[in-house]
């Protein structure tokens, strides 16, 4: 159950407003609109008044709403209506007119416009126009001529939504923190609709105004990708000149009067504000400098693959700055990802933005890493093209995706970690899509049975509770190609294999042949040890025990489960 709060100003505000509730809707969408509940229990009822015009008695109504703000004169408030659609989930079962008249007396109690039992306090009424809500109308000066004591409504109304979810059966709601982006309003939802789109102009601008953050090593960099992705900016000067703030809007989005419909993006969100855009992109760093394109895959997948230990053994403010740079890389990736994948990564990164945002400051500076390599990545071309470098990606961004989930729950971070649920869903899509193509071009070039025995017999070694299923996975020809590969290249591929185990258990793994693949095509790229080198990598490999597997919470099927604890070297 949603109840979402609006105030009104001016002297013909509560007259419009009912007008609205009385009214058609902007897209024929009220139905039978009829009081429900008031504060005196029979205000006069527009649509149940058949022997006088609906608009002679919704001034009636207009009139007697206002009585306690009239007789205050000049010293009325300037903010004259409080107003609260109540909006019950989709799969709730129909109330009844007496269910949601119990809803808004609850409502306005807790809001404190009309506390039980308090004779003299605001006017209100509950207007019903659907099956799935009410709006709630009242004026905010009391019959005494006192203001209510609202201090926290919004807080309190969601308090006492939660409790009415659980009294009556009704779907439960994530308790919110207050860190949460606006949500577009319902004119902003039946604007896009009317204009046949499935987004807000809001949602829209968010999304790239994040991409612009994500992408930006400057501020004059920010404002140029915005200007080159279509947004048009106008900047907030100051006397002195220096820019202060900013807005953006869409081409072509124009209001009643045609003039563009601005937002600040402060408004879009709250990390979106301008000087919290320049606290991110100051703590950027330097932009990697490396010599293959394939490198800054490498690094990318290398420093989200350090995120779960950062979740589970850094301090908070390191945990929610690797937060917030996953997030910022999700929101690139469908800028270099094949269009096959797009609305998936797309959506993916819609979700996650919620999960990068609470209350606990960041640590930025901690996350450099990967902010620079997804940013050369996305510079890059060459680096785009491949393919096998966004699989690894992928493949660590679920485990730190699934990671995030868990971090979120124990810190009881309800709305962020089911936001990282369903953005892992959308991520598992994406990467069983881009996965196949690249394993089978892998497989075909798969080495000799021979070979393969070679690596097989070690497989089983090294691994023999895993072995047998890897073995028999279709990737173990993928396997053994980069194992092949790293051989080719100098590597020893048995200690190759060993320090692939060696990073993470295999125990939650979703597909153990996939994970060793792309571990050991990133190992195998790598420089070449000299054999002084391989020697002590080949004892320390016999030493190295395995480390924090997979949580399966990255599969759908176990979402429930927790991230074992790490083992300690």
Known sequence: MIPKIILGKGDRATRRLIGYLYGPGRANEHTDPHLVASWNGFAPDPGRSPHRTPKTVEDQLAAQLDQPVHMLGDGAPTTTVWHCPVRAAPEDPILSDDQWADIARRIVAAAGIAPEGDEEACRWVAVRHADDHI?????????DGRRPRRDHDIRAVQREARKIEADLGLRRLNAGDGTAAKRPTSREHFKAKRQGQDTTTREILRMRVRQAVSAASSEAEFFALLDVTGVNVRPKTGPSGDILGYSVSLPGDLNKHGEPVWFSGSTLAGDLSLPKIRHRI?????????????????????????IPHHLTHSGDDTAQGQLVALGGALDLLPLIAPATVRTELERAAVLFERATRSRIAADLDSARVLRSSIQTILRTPAAARDGAGLVMLLDAALIAVAFARHWHRTH???????????????????????????????????????T????????????????????????????????ADAEAAGHNPTIVLDRALGQRALDGSRNPARTLTWRVHRLGQRHTPGLRAQAAMARSTTRVPTVTSRPAAATPAASQQQPPHRRRR
Request: no cysteine.
């Open 452 to 483: 393969q025995q070679r690596y097989a017999r070690h497989l089983r070694q090294a691994a023999p509770d895993h072995a047998e299923l890897i073995l028999q996975d279709p990737a173990w020809d993928a396997l053994a190609t980069v194992l």
């Open 135 to 143: 709006h709630i109308a009242s004026t905010l000066v009391r019959q």
């Open 282 to 306: 100051t703590n950027t760093g330097p932009e990697l400098v490396t010599a293959r394109p394939a490198d800054h895959w490498h690094q990318a997948a290398a420093a989200t693959e350090r």
């Open 412 to 450: 009881q971070h309800s709305q962020q970690e089911a936001a990282a649920q369903q953005a892992l869903v959308q991520l598992q899509t994406a990467y069983a899509r881009v996965a196949v193509p690249v394993l089978d071009d892998l497989a075909r070039r798969a080495p000799s049975d021979q």
